[in-house]
């Protein structure tokens, strides 16, 4: 997710071409969306860990959206749209590291 | 004046020349990670690839032969059978992971997938090698190459700690939350990234595509001497611009963009495109020098017409190899495997087997009734046998950490 934030935010910024930005945010979407797709392989033991797995898998399901959504706003370089998927990966990116504690 | 021109442009094409794929990916790796503390690991490849280059162009210099032509006289048919097959394996695996390279490159100047120019690339690299002159393809990669140069550019206008990284340099230590194993993996990384077999091979063939003599001596020495160590320092650069950007933001290198980020960070626009020229001149490079050396050691092990000093009709034997080699690399790359991973997995593998290549180089860089007063001195001898050990003990350690740390994660 960072490094999608970091290019999202020199797009802004007009310091890269939109076809390396548009590389780098998908290759990020795609390693954000094969965590969650690895993480829900996982089997788990016990009831509590089924609560704990479903909680967590909202909020990767949540930074998968906020990846997509800075993809799609990179690749129509679309400003305003570009800072609200900041917003909404900055608030991904909180929820993961409150979970990563 | 002609000789100066040669040796100048000898030495821009070696530092050039010495970043490939390999040196793209594990420094960009590093540096995000582990900061600068695997800094030393670099540095010890890069010493080891100097001092042996500069033993295998001594050796083609004074005999007239290439490596491998000396190799198989000196140590006999078997011994240099194994090292053949051995190189052959990781030249594929090699080209394969630059031709990746080139098409993540060419991805991030187009937005177009990088599988979709895997074959046109492959095509290229043939043509390359059937068509365009040894000495085109050597300088004018290798100068630019030197677009690389760019990372240094960078580092000094990011808010570089110059006294955090050199700390890093001089006291490392495993940053918390990484293990032992994993340091260690990356650390062979590095080292395998430096000391790849192709190159050794490559620039003794060269030498003999380029005429060395013992009066090329002193050009060859500033070649090994002067280019690989600057080459490495190009790759302290990628590693040392990854410190300041990416760290902070726990940013992993899983992809070459990710690789580039301080540069745009840096310089914008103009840095992002002379750097994504210089990974296509390294990495393409790369491809056609691997997929070369392949044509160059089979044609010397089995004594045919080889190189490019003579047209393509007269060695058809070392072109066929090349053209089998390009064919294996692009066909494995089309299976959609992970260009980044295949780079890890390569130089990882390259540095368990470079003993079997430079083991050789240092009998016969001592052998005086070949070498005469030009076989190794005794500080050479010192340094290049206390080499040889670390390569020996990286080369038994590799497969263990490989599987151990499931390739770094």
Redesign the interface.
């Known amino acids: 997710m ?2 999608a ?3 999202a935010d ?1 797009v802004l ?8 930005a ?3 945010v998908t ?1 990020a979407e795609n ?1 954000v969306s094969a965590v969650q797709t690895a993480f829900d392989t996982r089997q788990p033991p016990d009831a509590t860990s089924i609560t704990l797995r479903d909680e967590f898998d909202n909020v990767l399901q949540d930074a998968v959206t906020a990846a997509q959504d800075l993809r799609i706003a990179v690749r129509r370089d679309d400003a305003h749209a570009i800072r609200d998927g900041l917003d909404e990966a900055a608030k991904a990116v909180a929820q993961l590291q409150r979970y990563s504690r | 004046m002609k000789r100066l021109l040669n040796l100048t442009l000898g030495v821009m094409t070696a530092i050039g020349g010495f970043v490939d794929i390999g040196n793209l990916v594990t420094s960009g790796i590093t540096g995000a990670r582990f900061g600068m503390s695997l800094a030393w690991a670099l540095l010890l490849g890069t010493a080891g690839m100097t001092l042996y280059g500069e033993m295998a162009g001594r050796v083609t210099a004074v005999s007239r032969r290439p490596i491998f032509h000396v190799v198989r006289e000196r140590l006999g048919v078997r011994t240099a059978m194994v090292n053949l097959v051995a190189s052959l394996l990781l030249n594929v695996l090699t080209l394969a992971a630059e031709i990746g390279g080139v098409g993540l490159a060419l ?5 177009i997938n990088y599988i979709l120019w895997v074959p046109i690339i492959g095509f290229l690299v043939w043509f390359f090698i059937w068509k365009v002159p040894f000495a085109v393809i050597e300088r004018v990669f290798g100068l630019l190459g030197l677009a690389l140069m760019v990372f240094v550019v960078a580092l000094f206008h990011l808010h570089t700690h110059w006294h955090a990284l050199a700390s890093g340099i001089v006291n490392p230590v495993v940053p918390s939350g990484e293990g032992h194993p994993t340091w260690w993996f990356y650390a062979i990384s590095l080292i395998g990234a430096a000391l790849v077999p192709y190159q050794v091979f490559f620039f003794s063939s060269g030498g003999i595509e380029e005429k060395w003599s013992v009066e090329h001596l002193g050009e060859m020495r500033a070649n090994a001497l002067i280019g690989f160590p600057l080459g490495g320092l190009l790759s302290l650069a990628i590693m040392a611009a990854a410190v300041p ?1 990416l760290q902070p ?3 992993g290198v ?2 070459l ?2 690789v ?2 301080p540069v ?2 840096a310089l ?2 103009v840095g ?2 002379i750097m ?1 020229l210089g990974f296509f001149a390294a990495t393409f490079a790369a491809a056609v020098e691997s997929a070369m050396s392949s044509g160059y050691i089979t044609a010397q092990y089995l004594g045919w017409s080889w190189g490019k000093q003579v047209r393509p009709s007269q060695a058809p034997r070392f072109h066929v190899v090349c053209l089998i080699t390009v064919l294996l690399g692009t066909a494995f790359m089309l299976t959609t495997v992970d260009p980044v991973k295949v780079t890890l997995v390569s130089v990882v593998l390259g540095a368990a087997a470079i003993p079997l290549t430079f083991f050789p180089i240092l009998v016969v860089a001592n052998d005086r009734r070949l070498m005469g007063k030009h076989a190794n001195g005794r500080i050479v001898n010192a340094l290049g046998f206390a080499f040889f050990v670390v390569i020996v003990a990286v080369s038994v350690a590799t497969l263990p950490l490989l599987f151990i740390t499931k390739a770094g994660q």
């Not at chain 1, 910024?13 to 939109?18: E, H, I, M, V």
């Not at chain 2, 991805?107 to 937005?111: C, D, F, N, T, Y």
């Open positions: 960072a490094t934030q970091l290019m020199e910024r007009g310091r890269t071409t939109l076809a390396y548009d590389t780098v290759d390693d | 991805a991030l100047a187009s937005s950007v933001r726990s940013i899983n992809h963009g990710e580039g980020l745009i960070a914008g626009k992002l495109i994504l």
